[in-house]
């Protein structure tokens, strides 16, 4: 009895020293209280602006009474089937428009060059000042738009920004002319990655032109391509500037997203919980695609 | 190298702490005599002219520092909310809407400020002093935590050279409601007729953004008859078959005159600058719209348009309900309140009373060129405001202060600022405007969602 008694006492010191052990590693002495210093404020800075607004977060919309509140908003509702066409639609026009681009911008020659350069100006000036230009050029009294149209061929153009479906068009194309630029960007030097022997075999194969395409370059840019489309999808769900700029929501809140709702109920309607709980309400689409995306980083590691 | 150590961590750690220490008093005592301060942008400059100057001369006359931030309106609003959330509040801010200070006084957020108001009663009108008090869901009862600052009134602005171009004369206006507006129907049809484009006859706010639309729908509800919509007590009265008929008068106007192309089409986008600035570009004849921004905006950049071409109707010139009698005119109070969890509340009161003394209180509007009004009667005799080459002041003052008016409805009960914030009135307007909506059956609509709203605020 006495002896089982003597292993229970040192049971917890020995707990502790393995633990110990298995933190320091091979750190000895003052090596190991350097480490924990350097690594003190990035602790820190990820508890203070990480770990606590996503906490804080969570628990501002973690009353069930905000989501029945939300979803008998009819404006919700309506918001949550633009976010969805924004994302279906800005997403994928734009990664493939990019994909397209991103082989034309491969040719050789110096005005190739130049033509880059002027292709990418839409994604490097700033965007807010861009969107609300857009915004005035699609008014529909003295826009620019629709007295072009009425100069030219005396046509009354619409109000583009006075229907649900043109301005919330409007938003996803200014979308796509903005971020277009970006994406060609990171798919063109995922093609100049590809090895140029493997190009050149190929092109000995055969495989030139379109089935090239398909048979050698789509595979290998495949990868690179989903994790483009996902990465800009989650951009994209969060994505603020485009609606508030260019439709402000309107006419009469039909193009809201749930960033831009979210926003206007915290704000405007002053309950900032049920705007928390606007946004909240797209983790079970934003969680997915983090895990996808996250798989596809590791497996995708030694590829293009 | 050294190493760290932890009694050298905690070493460290002590002699920081001692001069923190060390220092405390110096810094409470900056903290005793510093109070932080919102306030809104002006429209124009004069208003933070105005503004600096009654701080400074607070400043001087107390030797209390004031740490002045003017924030423009819409991110004012953000601030508010965001502070009173987190707790991290300033000594005193405006109220921007000025419905936050009923919507947070429900929630207990407010120092009551009642002695404040009191150096002054007197001199407060009728109406100010009603929207300085809310009801608190917390002590259950109303209580003063708002100190009247300045207010607005909604005129009308009015294109003399459009009216005439169509042929006709301001002086010929009607002084009826529906005659009044229906004549700017006709202004427009002329001007069609010699070719021009894009002016139309009536800049309505039929917009689902900002404070215009609300403003404009109460002005056509009371002027219809549906003043009691909300009586003092704070009742909602739906079931009143005159309160009914205003609203569906009004929604039908208002969206009507919009399908029927008397409105901008843009207008439905508006947000609370864009009726100025579309009324600057001269794409409509008239704007009902709050305060006098739309004039002083222009006044020193071009005079001739203030003194001879603008015409603002506030009293005499505000048209008289369909049966010939006045119509009392909303306004909107513009408060001081000092949140809970202020750190000097002290200085945020002295800077009160201050503000409110009525030299203070009628230069600093008086400075900001008078697009805002005064809250107390007797400065509305003042040679600024009763100017006789001013065309627009006597008016405004006329209409705002001396007039009859009656605080916003939000005032007698909260839930009439969600009403506003939800823009439930504009949907109303647009449904009937754009949907194709009956106005009985827009209104409906709207008193429905009323009741789901004034629900959530039962006292």
């Known amino acids: 009895m006495n002896g089982t008694s003597a292993v229970d006492v040192s049971r917890p010191a020995l707990r502790r020293r393995a633990l110990s052990r298995s933190l320091r590693g091979s750190l000895k002495g003052g090596e190991y209280t350097w480490a924990v210093a350097f690594v003190v404020p990035y602790v820190a800075v990820f508890l203070a602006f990480v770990a606590y607004p996503v906490v804080y977060g969570l628990w501002m919309g973690s009353d069930a009474s905000l989501y029945r509140e939300l979803f008998a908003d009819p404006i919700y509702q309506s918001s949550v089937v633009n976010t969805a066409l924004y994302l279906a639609l800005g997403v994928n026009v734009k990664m493939f428009l990019a994909l397209l681009l991103s082989g034309f911008f491969m040719r050789p020659g110096w005005w190739m060059k130049v033509l880059l350069l002027i292709f990418v100006l839409p994604w490097a000036v700033p965007q807010i000042s861009t969107f609300i230009s857009i915004h005035w050029m699609l008014n529909g009294e003295w826009g620019f738009l629709n007295n072009v149209l009425y100069t030219l061929f005396h046509v009354e153009g619409p109000h583009w920004l006075n229907n649900r479906w043109t301005a919330l068009g409007a938003v996803i194309v200014s979308h796509i002319w903005k971020w277009t630029p970006f994406w060609t960007l990171i798919l063109l030097a995922g093609r100049m990655a590809i090895p140029l022997e493997i190009r050149d075999t190929a092109r000995v194969d055969g495989a030139t032109g379109l089935r090239g395409f398909v048979h050698i370059t789509f595979p290998l840019l495949a990868n690179l391509y989903l994790i483009c489309t996902l990465l800009s999808t989650i951009f994209l769900l969060g994505d603020f500037n485009a609606v508030t700029f260019v439709s402000g929501g309107g006419p009469a809140n039909q193009t809201h997203v749930l960033a831009t709702l979210g926003i206007r109920d915290a704000f405007e309607i002053a309950n900032p919980r049920l705007g928390v709980a606007a946004v909240m309400s797209a983790l079970p689409m934003v969680i997915p695609l983090v895990i996808i995306l996250m798989r596809k980083l590791r497996t995708s590691e030694v590829q293009v | ?459």
């Not at chain 2, 007729?193 to 800049?203: I, P, S």
Request: hydrophobic share 40%.
């Open chain 2, 1 to 459: 190298m050294a190493y760290l150590s932890r009694r050298s961590v905690l070493r460290g750690s002590t002699a920081l702490a001692a001069t923190r220490l060390l220092a405390a008093p110096h810094i409470a005592n900056a903290a005793a005599t510093t109070a932080t301060v919102w306030f809104a942008q002006g429209f124009v400059q004069d208003e933070d002219v105005a503004l600096h100057k009654a701080v400074d001369d607070y400043e001087k006359a107390s030797g209390n520092k004031i740490e002045l931030s003017i924030i423009p309106f819409a991110p004012l609003r953000q601030k508010i909310v965001s502070a009173i959330t987190s707790g991290v509040v300033p000594d005193m801010m405006t109220s921007t809407p000025n419905e936050v200070l009923q919507l947070f006084a429900w929630q207990d957020k407010w120092v009551d400020v009642g002695d404040v108001v009191e150096t002054q009663k007197a001199e407060f009108s009728e109406t100010a002093l009603q929207a300085a008090q809310a009801y608190n869901s917390v002590t259950k009862k109303r209580g003063v935590y708002g100190v009247p600052l300045r207010a607005a009134v909604v005129p009308c602005h009015i294109w003399r050279p459009l009216v005439e171009k169509a042929g006709l004369r301001i002086e010929d206006l009607p002084k009826t409601w529906d005659a009044y507006f229906d004549f700017f129907k006709k202004v427009q049809d002329n001007l069609r007729k010699q070719g021009e484009r894009k002016v139309y006859g009536l800049g309505f706010q039929v917009t689902a953004n900002g404070v215009d639309p609300a403003n404009l729908f109460n002005a056509f509800l009371i002027a219809h008859g549906g003043q009691d919509i909300v009586t003092k007590d704070g009742k909602l009265h739906l079931d009143d078959p005159k309160v009914r008929q205003a609203a569906i008068k009004a929604a039908g106007y208002l969206g009507g005159a919009y399908r029927d192309g008397y409105v901008p089409p843009s207008a439905i986008n508006w947000n609370d600058a864009d009726d100025n600035n579309a009324f600057h570009a001269k794409l409509m004849v008239m704007d009902v719209d709050g305060t006098l921004s739309t004039e002083v905006a222009v006044k020193e950049k071009h005079p001739e348009w203030y003194f001879k071409d603008m015409v603002t109707h506030g009293v005499p010139g505000y048209p008289n309900d369909n049966a010939g009698k006045p119509v009392p005119s909303f306004v909107g109070v513009t408060q001081g309140m000092i949140p809970k969890g202020a750190k000097n509340v002290t200085v945020a009161k002295e800077f009160l009373k201050h503000f409110i003394q009525p030299k203070v209180i009628g230069e600093f509007v008086e400075l900001g060129l008078g697009r805002w009004l005064p809250v107390m009667p007797s400065l509305a005799k003042s040679p600024f405001w009763q100017d006789p080459k001013d065309p627009h002041l006597r008016g405004y003052v006329q209409q705002g202060l001396l007039g009859p008016t009656i605080p916003d409805y939000y005032v007698f009960n909260l839930a009439m600022a969600e009403v506003r914030s939800q823009h439930v009135w504009s949907m109303a307007m647009i449904d009937v405007a754009k949907e194709g909506l009956k106005p009985d059956a827009a209104v409906d609509k709207a008193f429905k969602r009323n009741e789901e709203i004034f629900a959530k605020y039962k006292a």
